[in-house]
């Protein structure tokens, strides 16, 4: 078996984990189990929250949100957190288990890649991919969602789209691709405050040198994404993943003929789609419009 197959059935094996409880309370399971490790290291260091949160760059709140699982503990705060507590890599070790927290079981596989990616390119054709949302654009979102979410799985998964921006400040940067329907920057969600926020990020990003967004516009007569969205990832040795995502379910494709097939379908959408810089002059004048 190839070691592509072998990953990828790992994952599959990790994720399925997650069935012994709904998937929204294993994540606030595991947030929680780190947040009793993260205070019990607290507590036999001798420290109040107020002194550890100086220490670490956080306010005592933030620390009892951490520590009570009401919020994830960013991986640059686990680090300090174990060097000012001496916990011997305790608390670095659960990085990891936070990382799997964070995401719902259908998603992580795919979040695993996307750390690791050093390409990713991006079909969205009805709602703005994650890694460009605003924390505003993402509640409104999943607010939607039926059956409802409770208040704090929305928290939990914004918190986590939010960390998932990362990629757009590593180094060396990956290349980044994403391509939207028309639809997809006209729609609505959430209000005109929200939209027009939602533009003003995308047209940021859309600024920076490894990133190279594109509109797909409504009057084109030919569209090779009829079959809906999907995503490519890429990592370091060009190992290539597609990834589709529906009704809260995913599909991970490994199978070469099958990604290969994905690449191509990509390459033609790109062709066909307003050119990065034709896409951004539409944003802005979107956003002149609202």
Known sequence: MEERERAAEGE????????????????????????????????????????????????????????????????????????????????????????????????????????????????????VNGLLQTEEYTRAVLSMRRPLLDQDTIEQRAAARVARQEIFNRWPAPLLSFVMEET??????????????QLEQILLIGQKRNVEIQIMPLDREDNAGVDG???????????????????????LVTDRNEVRALAARYGIIRAQALTPRESLAYIEKLLEEL
């Open 12 to 127: 599959a094996v990790s994720d399925a984990g997650a069935g012994a409880l709904p998937d929204a309370e294993f994540g606030v399971a595991l947030l929680h189990v780190f947040g009793q490790q993260l205070k019990l290291c607290r507590v036999r260091a001798g420290m109040d929250r107020a002194r550890f949160g100086s220490l670490t760059g956080y306010s005592a709140s933030t620390i009892a949100s951490f520590e009570q699982g009401r919020r994830i503990p960013p991986p640059k705060f686990i680090d300090r957190a174990d060097e000012v507590l001496d916990a011997g890599g305790v608390l670095k070790a659960g990085k990891e288990v936070v990382a799997q927290a964070q995401y719902p079981a259908f998603f992580r596989s795919a979040a695993r890649l996307e750390a690791e990616a050093v390409e990713l390119c991006v079909y969205d054709t009805y709602i």
């Open 184 to 197: 997809v920057v006209k729609r609505r969600l959430g209000g005109r405050a929200v939209q027009r926020g």
């Open 229 to 251: 969205p999907f995503t490519l990832l890429t990592r370091q040795g060009g190992d290539q993943f597609g990834y589709m995502e529906a009704q809260g379910k995913s599909t």
